[in-house]
Each structure stands twice: as structure tokens, then as C-alpha cells.
């Protein structure tokens, strides 16, 4: 199953992480080979490589990032073994995401690695810290993405001798801003409105390592839309672990829902999107903004993580099942229809039988048109880590799969529903074979058509829909 849109994480933010709020430096050995000598400025060929894994918001860190390697006169290469400077944007929401990073810095042990800057950014940057430098020697950058407007200096550092630099702070009151975002797709622009996270989700490692909540301000954020618009994109997407938590730092507090309104209602913008939302903060005034604007798309990210009132207690969501139900109804009685998506956590610590039963009612309730389900994994500086984690990875698994399957069949129905139906596409793949595309719904739903027109990429189209299936449409252009 994909990755959920976003990330999330608790009240351990700015806590005592033993790298917190240190930097570390240390002048490379005179027998180094010397990133130093790599980044001479006669030299031409200074290339940088970055990977990311993980939600939305760590993709548009690295677009942040490139943005801050190429002012320094770097250049993007896609062969990690041919870059000078390599960086892994890692994620670490589960335990599988976190181990990835390591097996991609084996490929640079020994002489593959020697004179380059191999840098580790991103959540398993910030909850691994130092210990990085201990298990990867090669690696000459650590650095969480709460520290992330720190990286020019750290890059000075690297290229002034240092051998090892680290950014780890997380109790900052800034945001990442970058004079250059270099952003992979031409169309459609992520811009993050809130970092970090004040919420203390039991399992969630996420407010440990992006640190607690920063709004950006409405002035800077409509300006950069303004910009995007200019440069041709139409679809702007706004990113936070909780977006709907935003609050304006800007004289003229302008609430989410204001915020929504006013980016929707810049000219050139045909869709605004925004990921993802906390139920406790979802109020009316969002779902008037998305009645009041077309711009605005009719689709909802609710992760709700269990059905379950206890289960919800203990992961402390801060809500019951019943009070999401109703900020589900309060949607549903929108006057346009509002399509839903959700994350599900299963076998979290102490589920009974009962209460994951509670989970799959909930589906067959809401009938959600798409949602993101994962197998509870314990992180470090979580309360739930230490909680008695009876079921086995078995038993995890196979819940997993009942909720799949479950959801497949109302996701299948759901779908049926639309033949017939035209809708407005933003283009934005390539099908298999030529001639094939793909794009997306307002309410986020793949459809799939044919076309022999040579590029339409970032275009709108409208599409009938002819057939469904569980995961995507098939239409034909009207
Ligand atoms: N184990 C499993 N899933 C998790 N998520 C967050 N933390 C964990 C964890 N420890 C899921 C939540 C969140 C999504 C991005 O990842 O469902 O909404
Ligand atoms: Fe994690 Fe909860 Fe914050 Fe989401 S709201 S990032 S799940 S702590």
C-alpha cells in the first residue's frame, strides 16, 4: 500500500534527546582526501544526488534542500555513485522506513564514499543523531529538518574542512524558507504552511523529530502563491502534519479556512489541496470554504487511526469514535460531495477482537474512498513504545489484511457509482504504453484515458467514466 500524504508526532519536542541543540564540527584529518579539495571553486563538477523517503512534506524539504545546494553551485545528477554530495531524506514513522537509510549508506563504505559528503537529513537525522557518524563513519552530515535553515552554514562548514557537521535543535521558532525551491513537478507546487507538531499521539514519533508547531506567515505563504502562479503552476497543495492546526503568525491572523480562500483565490490557481488534517481542529468554517470556492478540492485526509473509543484513549487522538463520526457528518452535509481518506493504525498495543471490530464498522460507516492502513510499530521516545505489545507481527499482519480487504470491496462500489459521470482531470502521468494518461479528480480519484494528443501533462481535460476498479477509473475524453 502507498504511503500515507503526510507525517505526523507528541509532547516530547524539544525534550532531552542527547543531541538536541548541539552542533558538532571537527577539521578533517590532514590526511583526509578532503571534501574541501572537492568543492575548490575552479572546480566544475560539483553534483549532488538526494533520496527521499517518507511523507509529502520530507519530498518538499528535498526540494527546499536541492533549492540550497544549487545557490551554492551545485548541480542535480541521478546516479547517487556519481554525485559529490549525497544526501538521504529519511523518514522514520515506522520501524522498516528508519532501517532503509542505513542499507543505502553501505553502498558508499570505504572507497566509493572517500571525499565525498555523504549527509543524512530528516527524522532518523534527528531521533539517531551522533549515533549516525558512530555506525556510518563516512557520513560528514546529520541534520533534522527543525534545523534545516541552519544548512548553508552547515554546508560552509564541510566546505571551509570541518569532516563532521550537525544541525539537531528542535526547539526553533522558524520555518524552512529558501531563496531557491527547485520543485520536481512543473504543476502542481507543495508549499508547507506549518512545521512540526503539538499533538502527542502515543505512537508518533514525529513531534520528537520535526519538533514542535511553527506557522508561516499568510503574507509569505499568498506571496509564494503569487509567484507559483506566475511560473505556471495551477495546483498548489498545503502540507503540515496538521494543517488545519495552522495559526498566522501575520498581524491579520487569518484563520485555515481564510487561508484556503485566499490561496484559492489567486489568480491562475484552479485547485488548492491541503494534507493533513487533525479531527480536533476540523471545524465548520473548512467545509463552508470548500462549499464557498470550486478552487478549493472536495477532498478530506481525516486519519482517524481506530475506531475505537479505547484504543483511541490510549493512542490519546483526543477524541472519541462518536465526536469523529460527527465531524464526518459535518462534512458529508456539505453541499458538494466530499470525498474522504483516512489512516489506520491495527494492532496497536492491547487491541482486542472488540475493538479492531470497531475499526472495520467504522469503514462500512464512513465509506471512506481511500484509506492508508499500517501495523502498529513501536518507536523510540514514544509513550506507546514502552506499552505491553502483546500481538504478534501474525496476528498484526492478518488484521491488516481483513481491513484491506474490507475496504477494497466499498472502495469497488464506491467507484461503480461514478460511470457514467464526467469529470474535470488535471493531467499528471504518463500511461504504460503511448497514447495512455492519467490524472486526477478534484477529489483525488485516478482516472485513466486514452489520447493521441502528444503532450498533456499538466493540461485539464474532461473525462467520462466508462469502467472502475478498486483503485482507479477508466475514462474516455469528452
Ligand atoms: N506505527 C504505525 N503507524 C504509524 N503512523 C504513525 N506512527 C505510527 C506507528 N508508530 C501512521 C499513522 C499516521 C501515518 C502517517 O502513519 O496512521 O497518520
Ligand atoms: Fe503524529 Fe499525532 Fe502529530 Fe499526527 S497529530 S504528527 S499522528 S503526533
Keep these: ?48 544526488h538526494i533520496e527521499t523517503f517518507g511523507c509529502q512534506m520530507n519530498v518538499h524539504d528535498s526540494e527546499k534542500v536541492a533549492g540550497v545546494l544549487l545557490e551554492r553551485g551545485y548541480s542535480p545528477v541521478d546516479d547517487p555513485l556519481a554525485a559529490d554530495v549525497i544526501f538521504y531524506n529519511t523518514c522514520s514513522i515506522r520501524e522498516k522506513a528508519a532501517q532503509k537509510v542505513f542499507s543505502r549508506l553501505g553502498q558508499h563504505r570505504g572507497p566509493a564514499g572517500r571525499g565525498k ?12 543523531g551522533e549515533e549516525i557518524f558512530e555506525r556510518a563513519p563516512w557520513v560528514s552530515l546529520v541534520c533534522g529538518s527543525a534545523s534545516y535553515r541552519r544548512l548553508p552554514d552547515l554546508l560552509a562548514q564541510l566546505e571551509s574542512g570541518n569532516r563532521r557537521v550537525m544541525g539537531l535543535d528542535t526547539d526553533t521558532e522558524e520555518t ?55 511560473l505556471g503552476y495551477s495546483e498548489i497543495q498545503l502540507l503540515g502534519q496538521t494543517v488545519n492546526s495552522y495559526r498566522d503568525p501575520a498581524p491579520r491572523a487569518l484563520s485555515f479556512a481564510d487561508l484556503l480562500l485566499a490561496v484559492a483565490e489567486t489568480p491562475g490557481i484552479r485547485r488548492v489541496r491541503f494534507t493533513t488534517s487533525h479531527p480536533r481542529d476540523f ?50 452535509s456539505a453541499r458538494r460531495s466530499i470525498a474522504l481518506s483516512t489512516d489506520i493504525i491495527v494492532g496497536f498495543p492491547g487491541e482486542d477482537a472488540n475493538e479492531f471490530s470497531e475499526t ?87 482516472v485513466n484515458f486514452a489520447s493521441p494528443r502528444p503532450d498533456l501533462l499538466g493540461q485539464y481535460v474532461q473525462v467520462r467514466v466508462t469502467q472502475a476498479g478498486p483503485n482507479s477509473l477508466l475514462g474516455d475524453l469528452v
Excluded at 543531541?19 to 575552479?42: Q, T
Excluded at 531563496?179 to 513537478?185: P, S
Design 1 to 48: 500500500m502507498a504511503d500515507a500524504p503526510h507525517v505526523p508526532l507528541a509532547s516530547l519536542t524539544g525534550s532531552a534527546h542527547p543531541a538536541v541543540g548541539r552542533a558538532l564540527s571537527s577539521p578533517a584529518p590532514a590526511s583526509s582526501p578532503g571534501v574541501k579539495d572537492l568543492l575548490l571553486p575552479g572546480r566544475v563538477s560539483k553534483s549532488f
Design 117 to 128: 559528503i555523504i549527509g543524512v537529513l530528516g527524522c532518523v537525522a534527528q531521533q539517531e
Design 176 to 230: 524552512f524558507e529558501t531563496e531557491i525551491t527547485r520543485r520536481d513537478n512543473p504543476f502542481r507546487a507543495y508549499l508547507t504552511i506549518i512545521e512540526g507538531c503539538d499533538k502527542a499521539c502515543s505512537y508518533c514519533v514525529v513531534p520528537y523529530t520535526r519538533g514542535p508547531e511553527r506557522s508561516r506567515s499568510s503574507d509569505s505563504i499568498l506571496r509564494e502563491v503569487r509567484e507559483l502562479a506566475a
Design 283 to 332: 471545524g465548520p468554517d473548512i467545509v463552508a470554504a470548500i462549499d464557498a470556492h470550486p478552487s478549493i478540492c472536495d477532498h478530506v485526509h481525516l486519519p482517524v487511526q481506530s475506531g475505537s473509543t479505547s484504543v483511541l484513549r490510549r493512542m490519546l487522538r483526543t477524541y472519541t469514535r462518536d465526536e469523529y463520526l460527527e465531524k464526518i457528518a459535518m462534512i458529508r
Design 360 to 446: 472495520l464498522s467504522l469503514l462500512d460507516l464512513v465509506q471512506y474512498d481511500q484509506i492508508f492502513s499500517f501495523k502498529f510499530s513501536p518507536r523510540p521516545h514514544t509513550p506507546a513504545e514502552h506499552m505491553d505489545d502483546a500481538l504478534s507481527e501474525e496476528e498484526k499482519g492478518s488484521r491488516l489484511t481483513t481491513l484491506q480487504e474490507r475496504q477494497r470491496e466499498i472502495q469497488l462500489r464506491r467507484n461503480q457509482s461514478f460511470a457514467g459521470q464526467s469529470f474535470e482531470l488535471l493531467v499528471d502521468n504518463r500511461g504504460h504504453k503511448p497514447g495512455q494518461w492519467a490524472g486526477r479528480t478534484s477529489s483525488n480519484r485516478v
